[in-house]
């Protein structure tokens, strides 16, 4: 069993930068990989970013790439989500999931544990 709590999200202005903390409870972390995924009112979910087991295998949506940036530290069993250049359409709740898989894949079935979300918004 893992449980995971999401931390550092708010209000911004466009341009600014955020960053998403992931603290995971359980055991097996470093054997799980981890993403980020965010929904915006009257949309799907969707990826925003997720890491394998190295940490240096990383998967992002294209309208994230050279933006955002996700790393991990398992030795305090976190996760982050660097976020840059915030645009208005950034705006989501943002939710992290860990699944027992050691590649950082795209589809949401593969993860198993999920945080209850952290809301960005980002200002015009």
């Known amino acids: 069993q893992m449980s995971l709590v999401e931390s550092g999200g708010g209000v911004v202005q466009a341009g600014g930068s955020l960053r998403l903390t992931c603290a995971a409870s359980?055991?097996?972390?470093?054997?799980?990989?981890v993403s980020w995924w965010r929904q915006a009112p009257g949309k799907e979910r969707e990826l925003v970013a997720a890491v394998g087991w190295a940490g240096d295998d990383t998967k992002y949506a294209d309208s994230v790439k050279g933006r955002f940036t996700i790393s991990r530290d398992d030795t305090e069993n976190t996760v982050y989500l660097q976020m840059n250049s915030l645009k208005p359409e950034d705006t989501a709740v943002y939710s992290c999931?860990?699944?027992?898989?050691?590649?950082?894949?795209?589809?949401?079935?593969?993860?198993?544990?999920w945080g209850l979300g952290t809301q960005v918004t980002v200002s015009p």
């Open positions: 359980g055991s097996h972390f470093p054997r799980h990989a």
């Open positions: 999931a860990a699944g027992p898989t050691h590649y950082p894949s795209g589809y949401a079935s593969t993860y198993l544990y």
